[in-house]
Protein backbone atom coordinates (compact mmCIF):
# COMPACT_ATOMS: atom_id res chain seq x y z
CA UNK A 1 0.00 0.00 0.00
CA UNK A 2 1.45 3.24 -0.87
CA UNK A 3 2.41 5.38 1.93
CA UNK A 4 -0.09 8.60 1.08
CA UNK A 5 -2.93 6.07 1.09
CA UNK A 6 -2.05 4.58 4.58
CA UNK A 7 -1.40 7.89 5.98
CA UNK A 8 -5.09 9.29 4.82
CA UNK A 9 -6.83 5.45 5.87
CA UNK A 10 -4.78 6.21 9.31
CA UNK A 11 -6.32 9.91 9.26
CA UNK A 12 -9.84 8.18 8.42
CA UNK A 13 -9.58 6.17 11.56
CA UNK A 14 -8.96 9.15 13.62
CA UNK A 15 -11.99 10.74 11.96
CA UNK A 16 -14.27 7.62 13.12
CA UNK A 17 -12.75 8.19 16.69
CA UNK A 18 -13.25 11.97 16.81
CA UNK A 19 -17.23 11.81 15.66
CA UNK A 20 -17.83 9.47 18.30
CA UNK A 21 -15.44 12.00 20.73
CA UNK A 22 -17.28 15.07 19.94
CA UNK A 23 -20.88 13.69 20.67
CA UNK A 24 -19.45 12.33 23.92
CA UNK A 25 -20.56 9.07 23.37
CA UNK A 26 -24.40 10.15 22.66
CA UNK A 27 -27.35 7.58 22.65
CA UNK A 28 -27.53 8.36 18.86
CA UNK A 29 -25.21 6.01 17.74
CA UNK A 30 -27.55 3.24 19.59
CA UNK A 31 -30.32 3.53 16.83
CA UNK A 32 -30.22 6.65 14.64
CA UNK A 33 -27.07 8.05 13.01
CA UNK A 34 -26.80 11.24 10.48
CA UNK A 35 -24.63 12.00 7.84
CA UNK A 36 -25.00 15.05 5.41
CA UNK A 37 -23.95 13.49 1.75
CA UNK A 38 -24.46 16.68 0.54
CA UNK A 39 -24.55 20.77 1.60
CA UNK A 40 -25.43 23.93 1.02
CA UNK A 41 -24.21 26.16 -2.04
CA UNK A 42 -24.42 29.51 -0.19
CA UNK A 43 -23.26 30.50 2.98
CA UNK A 44 -24.61 33.25 5.00
CA UNK A 45 -23.68 34.95 8.01
CA UNK A 46 -20.17 33.85 7.87
CA UNK A 47 -17.22 35.35 9.16
CA UNK A 48 -13.39 36.16 7.06
CA UNK A 49 -11.85 33.42 9.06
CA UNK A 50 -13.78 30.54 7.06
CA UNK A 51 -12.35 31.71 4.02
CA UNK A 52 -8.73 31.86 5.57
CA UNK A 53 -9.53 28.11 6.82
CA UNK A 54 -11.39 26.31 3.43
CA UNK A 55 -10.33 28.93 0.60
CA UNK A 56 -6.95 30.45 1.29
CA UNK A 57 -5.52 27.35 2.47
CA UNK A 58 -7.14 24.27 1.24
CA UNK A 59 -7.83 24.94 -2.16
CA UNK A 60 -4.20 25.90 -2.83
CA UNK A 61 -2.41 22.92 -1.10
CA UNK A 62 -5.02 19.75 -1.45
CA UNK A 63 -2.09 17.49 -1.26
CA UNK A 64 -0.09 18.16 -3.80
CA UNK A 65 3.21 17.30 -1.59
CA UNK A 66 3.54 13.35 -1.80
CA UNK A 67 4.95 11.76 1.23
CA UNK A 68 8.41 9.78 1.12
CA UNK A 69 9.44 6.64 1.58
CA UNK A 70 9.29 5.66 5.04
CA UNK A 71 12.25 5.54 6.91
CA UNK A 72 12.51 2.60 9.08
CA UNK A 73 12.03 3.81 12.72
CA UNK A 74 12.80 1.78 15.88
CA UNK A 75 9.36 0.26 16.48
CA UNK A 76 7.85 -3.21 17.42
CA UNK A 77 5.78 -6.06 15.72
CA UNK A 78 2.88 -7.86 18.00
CA UNK A 79 4.07 -10.13 20.82
CA UNK A 80 1.73 -11.53 23.75
CA UNK A 81 -0.02 -8.51 24.22
CA UNK A 82 -3.47 -6.96 23.64
CA UNK A 83 -1.80 -3.93 22.16
CA UNK A 84 -0.25 -5.24 18.71
CA UNK A 85 1.64 -1.83 18.76
CA UNK A 86 3.50 -2.59 21.29
CA UNK A 87 6.64 -5.13 21.93
CA UNK A 88 9.76 -5.89 23.11
CA UNK A 89 12.96 -4.37 21.93
CA UNK A 90 14.57 -7.22 20.54
CA UNK A 91 11.95 -7.73 18.03
CA UNK A 92 11.93 -6.59 13.95
CA UNK A 93 12.33 -3.16 13.24
CA UNK A 94 8.93 -1.63 11.44
CA UNK A 95 8.28 1.37 9.49
CA UNK A 96 5.97 3.56 10.81
CA UNK A 97 3.37 6.19 9.69
CA UNK A 98 3.42 8.87 12.52
CA UNK A 99 1.38 11.51 12.83
CA UNK A 100 1.13 13.68 15.98
CA UNK A 101 -1.41 16.00 17.13
CA UNK A 102 -0.32 19.90 18.03
CA UNK A 103 -2.72 21.97 20.33
CA UNK A 104 -5.44 19.26 20.90
CA UNK A 105 -7.95 20.08 23.63
CA UNK A 106 -8.14 18.11 26.60
CA UNK A 107 -11.59 16.74 26.39
CA UNK A 108 -10.23 14.52 23.11
CA UNK A 109 -6.95 13.58 24.66
CA UNK A 110 -8.76 12.35 27.82
CA UNK A 111 -11.35 10.46 26.22
CA UNK A 112 -9.01 8.07 23.75
CA UNK A 113 -6.15 6.37 24.28
CA UNK A 114 -3.60 7.17 21.77
CA UNK A 115 -1.57 3.61 21.77
CA UNK A 116 -5.24 1.95 21.02
CA UNK A 117 -6.46 4.30 18.22
CA UNK A 118 -5.31 1.25 15.19
CA UNK A 119 -5.45 -1.64 17.97
CA UNK A 120 -8.77 -3.00 15.83
CA UNK A 121 -7.57 -2.13 12.22
CA UNK A 122 -6.19 -4.24 9.87
CA UNK A 123 -3.06 -1.53 9.14
CA UNK A 124 -1.10 -1.57 12.25
CA UNK A 125 1.87 0.57 11.03
CA UNK A 126 0.16 3.75 12.45
CA UNK A 127 0.74 5.33 15.48
CA UNK A 128 -0.73 8.86 16.89
CA UNK A 129 1.87 11.18 19.02
CA UNK A 130 0.97 13.91 20.97
CA UNK A 131 2.79 17.03 21.08
CA UNK A 132 6.12 18.38 19.87
CA UNK A 133 8.76 15.74 20.63
CA UNK A 134 7.07 14.09 17.52
CA UNK A 135 6.60 16.78 15.34
CA UNK A 136 10.11 16.92 13.24
CA UNK A 137 10.04 12.77 12.87
CA UNK A 138 6.01 12.54 12.21
CA UNK A 139 4.65 12.00 8.49
CA UNK A 140 1.85 13.83 8.91
CA UNK A 141 0.89 16.82 11.50
CA UNK A 142 -2.59 17.65 12.94
CA UNK A 143 -2.87 21.06 13.68
CA UNK A 144 -6.11 21.72 16.28
CA UNK A 145 -6.94 25.28 14.88
CA UNK A 146 -9.23 26.39 17.80
CA UNK A 147 -7.08 28.94 19.77
CA UNK A 148 -3.65 27.87 17.87
CA UNK A 149 -1.44 29.98 19.40
CA UNK A 150 1.41 30.01 16.72
CA UNK A 151 1.39 33.38 15.14
CA UNK A 152 3.67 31.42 12.35
CA UNK A 153 4.13 28.51 11.16
CA UNK A 154 6.75 26.13 12.48
CA UNK A 155 9.92 25.28 10.26
CA UNK A 156 8.78 21.64 8.28
CA UNK A 157 12.28 20.10 8.24
CA UNK A 158 10.39 17.30 6.39
CA UNK A 159 9.54 18.56 3.05
CA UNK A 160 7.18 15.67 2.26
CA UNK A 161 5.30 15.93 5.50
CA UNK A 162 1.54 16.74 5.88
CA UNK A 163 -0.22 19.22 7.22
CA UNK A 164 -3.82 18.99 8.81
CA UNK A 165 -6.12 21.56 9.76
CA UNK A 166 -8.78 20.41 12.19
CA UNK A 167 -11.78 21.72 14.21
CA UNK A 168 -15.05 21.43 15.69
CA UNK A 169 -16.28 24.91 16.09
CA UNK A 170 -18.14 27.12 14.03
CA UNK A 171 -15.91 30.27 12.31
CA UNK A 172 -17.19 32.30 14.61
CA UNK A 173 -15.21 30.26 17.70
CA UNK A 174 -12.61 29.44 16.21
CA UNK A 175 -10.58 32.48 16.94
CA UNK A 176 -8.24 31.52 14.58
CA UNK A 177 -6.77 34.88 13.83
CA UNK A 178 -3.14 33.20 13.46
CA UNK A 179 -4.58 31.99 9.93
CA UNK A 180 -4.52 35.12 8.58
CA UNK A 181 -0.92 36.13 8.32
CA UNK A 182 0.49 35.51 4.96
CA UNK A 183 3.22 32.98 6.38
CA UNK A 184 0.77 30.36 6.75
CA UNK A 185 -0.59 30.55 3.27
CA UNK A 186 -0.24 27.39 1.19
CA UNK A 187 0.93 25.08 4.24
CA UNK A 188 -1.99 23.41 4.80
CA UNK A 189 -2.51 20.53 3.16
CA UNK A 190 -5.61 19.10 4.10
CA UNK A 191 -8.61 20.02 6.06
CA UNK A 192 -10.43 18.19 8.88
CA UNK A 193 -13.57 19.56 10.11
CA UNK A 194 -17.25 19.39 10.65
CA UNK A 195 -17.81 21.10 6.41
CA UNK A 196 -18.81 18.51 4.53
CA UNK A 197 -16.32 19.73 1.98
CA UNK A 198 -13.85 18.69 3.98
CA UNK A 199 -11.01 16.79 2.46
CA UNK A 200 -11.70 14.41 5.85
CA UNK A 201 -15.31 15.27 6.73
CA UNK A 202 -15.60 15.18 10.40
CA UNK A 203 -19.56 15.24 10.61
CA UNK A 204 -20.49 15.63 14.66
CA UNK A 205 -22.75 12.32 13.54
CA UNK A 206 -24.61 10.29 11.03
CA UNK A 207 -27.73 9.19 10.34
CA UNK A 208 -28.91 5.94 8.44
CA UNK A 209 -32.03 3.26 9.08
CA UNK A 210 -32.05 0.68 11.65
CA UNK A 211 -32.52 -2.67 11.16
CA UNK A 212 -34.58 -2.65 14.74
CA UNK A 213 -38.43 -1.61 14.10
CA UNK A 214 -39.89 0.04 17.10
CA UNK A 215 -43.22 -0.85 17.91
CA UNK A 216 -44.50 2.70 20.08
CA UNK A 217 -47.23 4.01 19.94
CA UNK A 218 -46.69 7.85 18.87
CA UNK A 219 -50.06 9.47 19.57
CA UNK A 220 -50.59 7.83 22.73
CA UNK A 221 -47.26 9.39 24.07
CA UNK A 222 -47.91 12.62 22.63
CA UNK A 223 -51.16 12.69 23.99
CA UNK A 224 -49.65 11.95 27.38
CA UNK A 225 -47.71 14.79 27.39
CA UNK A 226 -48.84 17.99 28.83
CA UNK A 227 -46.34 20.62 27.57
CA UNK A 228 -45.60 21.77 24.34
CA UNK A 229 -41.69 23.04 23.93
CA UNK A 230 -37.88 22.89 25.90
CA UNK A 231 -34.87 24.46 25.20
CA UNK A 232 -31.88 23.85 27.32
CA UNK A 233 -28.77 26.09 26.47
CA UNK A 234 -26.25 27.46 28.10
CA UNK A 235 -24.42 29.86 25.27
CA UNK A 236 -26.86 32.65 25.92
CA UNK A 237 -25.69 35.65 23.52
CA UNK A 238 -24.61 34.15 19.94
CA UNK A 239 -24.03 35.21 16.59
CA UNK A 240 -27.13 33.38 15.77
CA UNK A 241 -29.27 35.60 17.97
CA UNK A 242 -31.24 32.13 19.02
CA UNK A 243 -32.42 33.56 22.26
CA UNK A 244 -33.57 36.70 20.71
CA UNK A 245 -35.99 34.37 18.02
CA UNK A 246 -37.06 32.09 20.88
CA UNK A 247 -37.93 35.21 22.52
CA UNK A 248 -40.34 36.55 20.12
CA UNK A 249 -41.32 32.33 20.00
CA UNK A 250 -42.48 33.04 23.01
CA UNK A 251 -45.15 35.17 22.18
CA UNK A 252 -46.72 32.70 20.29
CA UNK A 253 -46.47 29.13 22.18
CA UNK A 254 -45.48 28.02 25.71
CA UNK A 255 -41.73 27.77 25.80
CA UNK A 256 -39.58 26.35 28.71
CA UNK A 257 -36.03 27.26 29.09
CA UNK A 258 -33.31 24.90 30.78
CA UNK A 259 -29.83 25.29 31.16
CA UNK A 260 -27.14 28.13 32.97
CA UNK A 261 -28.91 30.83 30.93
CA UNK A 262 -31.56 30.94 33.10
CA UNK A 263 -31.06 28.07 35.95
CA UNK A 264 -28.95 25.29 37.33
CA UNK A 265 -29.94 21.86 35.10
CA UNK A 266 -30.93 18.91 36.33
CA UNK A 267 -28.94 15.73 35.21
CA UNK A 268 -31.98 14.23 34.86
CA UNK A 269 -33.39 17.36 32.49
CA UNK A 270 -33.97 15.12 29.14
CA UNK A 271 -35.46 12.34 30.72
CA UNK A 272 -37.96 14.80 32.40
CA UNK A 273 -38.10 16.67 28.85
CA UNK A 274 -38.89 13.15 27.22
CA UNK A 275 -41.37 12.11 28.94
CA UNK A 276 -43.53 15.86 29.73
CA UNK A 277 -42.82 17.97 26.20
CA UNK A 278 -43.76 17.38 22.50
CA UNK A 279 -41.26 19.31 20.88
CA UNK A 280 -37.37 20.37 21.83
CA UNK A 281 -35.45 23.47 20.17
CA UNK A 282 -32.38 22.57 18.38
CA UNK A 283 -30.94 25.28 17.49
CA UNK A 284 -27.82 26.09 16.66
CA UNK A 285 -25.18 28.83 17.80
CA UNK A 286 -23.61 29.74 14.52
CA UNK A 287 -25.70 29.90 11.29
CA UNK A 288 -22.66 28.35 9.16
CA UNK A 289 -22.28 25.58 6.29
CA UNK A 290 -22.93 21.94 7.36
CA UNK A 291 -22.85 23.03 11.23
CA UNK A 292 -25.19 20.41 12.75
CA UNK A 293 -24.00 19.98 15.91
CA UNK A 294 -25.09 17.48 19.19
CA UNK A 295 -27.67 19.60 20.18
CA UNK A 296 -29.45 17.69 16.97
CA UNK A 297 -28.03 14.34 17.10
CA UNK A 298 -28.25 13.55 21.14
CA UNK A 299 -32.06 14.21 20.72
CA UNK A 300 -32.71 11.32 18.25
CA UNK A 301 -33.62 8.98 20.48
CA UNK A 302 -36.11 10.78 22.50
CA UNK A 303 -39.60 10.53 21.38
CA UNK A 304 -39.96 14.19 21.31
CA UNK A 305 -40.14 16.16 17.73
CA UNK A 306 -37.03 17.98 17.09
CA UNK A 307 -37.07 21.94 16.07
CA UNK A 308 -34.05 22.90 14.44
CA UNK A 309 -32.76 26.38 13.41
CA UNK A 310 -29.05 26.27 10.95
CA UNK A 311 -28.46 25.88 7.60
CA UNK A 312 -27.09 22.61 7.64
CA UNK A 313 -28.64 20.52 5.06
CA UNK A 314 -31.21 18.65 7.19
CA UNK A 315 -32.84 16.62 4.50
CA UNK A 316 -29.60 14.64 4.12
Same mark, same amino acid.
Given at each position: ??????????????????????????????????????????????????????????????????????????????????????????????????????????????????????????????????????????????????????????????????????????????????????????????????????????????????? +? !??? =?? $?? %???? #??? /??????????????????????????????????????????????? +? !??? =?? $?? %???? #??? /????????????????????????????
Amino acid at each position: MKPNITLFICLMIITGLSVLTVIHRAPVFQHLYTYGSRFFDVDTNMSLHRDLLTKNMATQARPVIKISPKTTRKATTATATTNSNIASEDTNTVAYTDISLINSPSWYLNRIRLENVFINCEIKTCRVRNGWDYFNTSDAVVFYAVDLPLKTPPKRINRHQIWVVSGWESPHHTRCHVFSNPEWRNQINWTMTYRLDSDIPVPYGIVKKTE +N !KFN =KN $YS %AIMK #SKK /KMVAWVVSNCRTPAKRWKYVEQLKEIVPVDVFGKCVSATPTDIFEMI +N !KTY =KF $YL %AFEN #SLC /KDYITEKFFRRQNLDVVLITRGIGNYTK
